[in-house]
T-cell receptor
Framework: ETGVTQTPRHLVMGMTNKKSLKCEQHLGHNAMYWYKQSAKKPLELMFVYSLEERVENNSVPSRFSPECPNSSHLFLHLHTLQPEDSALYLC?????????????FGPGTRLTVL | GQQLNQSPQSMFIQEGEDVSMNCTSSSIFNTWLWYKQDPGEGPVLLIALYKAGELTSNGRLTAQFGITRKDSFLNISASIPSDVGIYFCAGSSNSGYALNFGKGTSLLVTP
């Protein structure tokens, strides 16, 4: 049973829209992550937050803007996206942003950019 | 990040058969994880391995952390239709925060 929830589950947006993805973890973890999952490609890490501070940004375009107001919530703000940004966006959390801490995933938001 | 080689890419088996899949890396890992992902859902953790040589079971699933620390395998015994899904291996080393993921093994089980 996942303790990580994501909303919305599905999102369709135009290239000029602004939208936000939300993630909430109920596990008491201190680290949260955003991943992108495209067809036939390994999961790609986008951002890592530890205790609400961004500790990793994997060369993600500025049209993706993360926000972590507290250790339980993580947002991904989207604007002027491209069709190739269509993918499943997964949020994960772990006890700490350590190298061997097990990450637990949410169900994902299926994003389609028209 | 480092890419893992996961094989096979897909498997099509009959209910009751045993399944084996593996992952290899060119680098040493300190943690190996196995996840299962159902369509439209996020990956769910099946087994976590933290020591070289470790053999861990979770019901019909068994996974091992290779002695060289560069590989891991997952076995599923007596498969059932609900085992259908994509299985991912993931590993982490001493650098960075990222889990390195394989491309997944797609498993289909026929009744």
């Amino acid at each position: 049973e996942t303790g990580v929830t994501q909303t919305p589950r599905h999102l369709v947006m135009g290239m000029t829209n602004k939208k936000s993805l939300k993630c909430e973890q109920h596990l008491g973890h201190n680290a949260m992550y955003w991943y992108k999952q495209s067809a036939k490609k390994p999961l790609e890490l986008m951002f890592v937050y530890s205790l609400e501070e961004r500790v990793e940004n994997n060369s993600v375009p500025s049209r993706f803007s993360p926000e972590c107001p507290n250790s339980s919530h993580l947002f991904l703000h989207l604007h002027t996206l491209q069709p190739e940004d269509s993918a499943l966006y997964l949020c994960a959390s772990s006890h700490a942003a350590g190298i061997s801490d097990t990450q637990y995933f949410g169900p994902g938001t299926r994003l389609t950019v028209l | 990040g480092q890419q893992l080689n996961q094989s096979p890419q897909s498997m099509f088996i009959q209910e009751g058969e045993d399944v084996s899949m593996n992952c290899t890396s060119s680098s040493i890992f300190n943690t190996w994880l196995w996840y299962k992902q159902d369509p439209g859902e996020g990956p769910v953790l099946l087994i976590a391995l933290y020591k070289a040589g470790e053999l861990t079971s979770n019901g019909r699933l068994t996974a091992q952390f290779g002695i060289t620390r560069k590989d891991s395998f997952l076995n599923i015994s007596a498969s059932i239709p609900s085992d259908v899904g994509i299985y991912f291996c993931a590993g982490s080393s001493n650098s960075g925060y990222a889990l390195n993921f394989g491309k997944g093994t797609s498993l289909l089980v026929t009744p």
